[in-house]
C-alpha cells in the first residue's frame, strides 16, 4: 500500500500517520520529521531550512524532491509507505507522480484529513505547551495555515480530479479517525 495523507497542519497527519504503520506494517515517511532531523543534525540543508520552517514557510521544492527520492530508494519501502507533508503544492504532486511512475510504483491511495481552522489551531496550542515545537507559536501557525490555503489546497483539487482522492472526517477519538481511514482506503 502506498498512500499519501494530506490535510493541514494540526489535522493529524502524523499521528494517524504513527498508528497506520503498525496496522498496515509500512514505513511512516514525514518530511517534517525528515527536514527536522537534518535541523538537528546540524547539516548544511537543515541549517538552510530552518529559518524557512521556523516561519512557516515551505522549504523548495529541489531539496524536498532530492530527500524524498533519498529516502524511497531505501529497502523498507519495498512493500509500501505512508507519506506525510508531501507533496505541498501542485508542483511537488507532479514531481512525486513522475518519481513514482519510474519507480513503477503507482500510489494506491490519497487521504485528505479534514478538520475545521479552530481545532486545527487549539490542537497546536496544546502540543506547544507540551513539546515546544518551533514553528508552534501563533505567528508561524498563522502562516502555515496560510501556506496550506494558497499551495496546498490545490493539491487537493490535483487529485480530486484524477478521482483518487478520499476525504475523511479528522474530528473524532483517535481509533475513529483511524477506522474512518481504514474504510476509505480499503475502498
Ligand atoms: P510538518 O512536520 O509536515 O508539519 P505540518 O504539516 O504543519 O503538520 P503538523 O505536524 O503540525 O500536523 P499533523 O497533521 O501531522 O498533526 P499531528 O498528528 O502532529 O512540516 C513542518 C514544516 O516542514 C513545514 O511548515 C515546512 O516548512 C517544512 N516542510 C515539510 N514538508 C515539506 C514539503 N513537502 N515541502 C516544503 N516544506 C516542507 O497532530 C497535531 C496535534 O493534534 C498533536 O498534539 C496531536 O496529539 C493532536 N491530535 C491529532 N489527532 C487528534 C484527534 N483526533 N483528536 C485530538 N487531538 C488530536
Do not use: C, W
Amino acid at each position: 500500500m502506498r498512500l499519501v495523507l494530506l490535510g493541514p497542519p494540526g489535522s493529524g497527519k502524523g499521528t494517524q500517520a504513527t498508528r497506520l504503520k503498525e496496522e498496515l506494517r509500512i514505513p511512516h515517511i514525514s518530511t517534517g520529521d525528515l527536514l527536522r532531523a537534518e535541523v538537528a543534525a546540524g547539516t548544511e540543508l537543515g541549517k538552510q531550512a530552518k529559518a524557512v520552517m521556523d516561519a512557516g514557510n515551505l522549504v523548495s521544492d529541489d531539496i524536498l524532491l532530492g530527500m524524498l527520492e533519498a529516502r524511497l530508494a531505501q529497502a523498507d519501502v519495498a512493500n509500501g509507505f505512508i507519506l506525510d507533508g508531501y507533496p505541498r503544492n501542485v508542483a511537488q504532486a507532479n514531481a512525486l507522480g513522475e518519481l513514482l511512475g519510474r519507480l513503477d510504483q503507482p500510489l494506491d491511495a490519497i487521504v485528505q484529513l479534514d478538520v475545521p481552522t479552530e481545532l486545527l489551531v487549539e490542537r497546536i496550542a496544546g502540543r506547544a505547551k507540551e513539546q515546544g515545537r518551533a514553528d508552534d507559536n501563533p505567528e508561524s501557525v498563522r502562516q502555515r495555515l496560510q501556506v496550506y490555503n494558497d499551495s496546498t489546497a490545490p493539491v487537493i483539487d490535483f487529485y480530486a480530479a484524477k478521482g483518487t482522492l478520499a476525504r475523511v472526517d479528522g474530528v473524532g477519538a483517535l481509533d475513529e479517525v483511524l477506522a474512518r481511514i481504514l474504510v476509505a482506503i480499503k475502498r
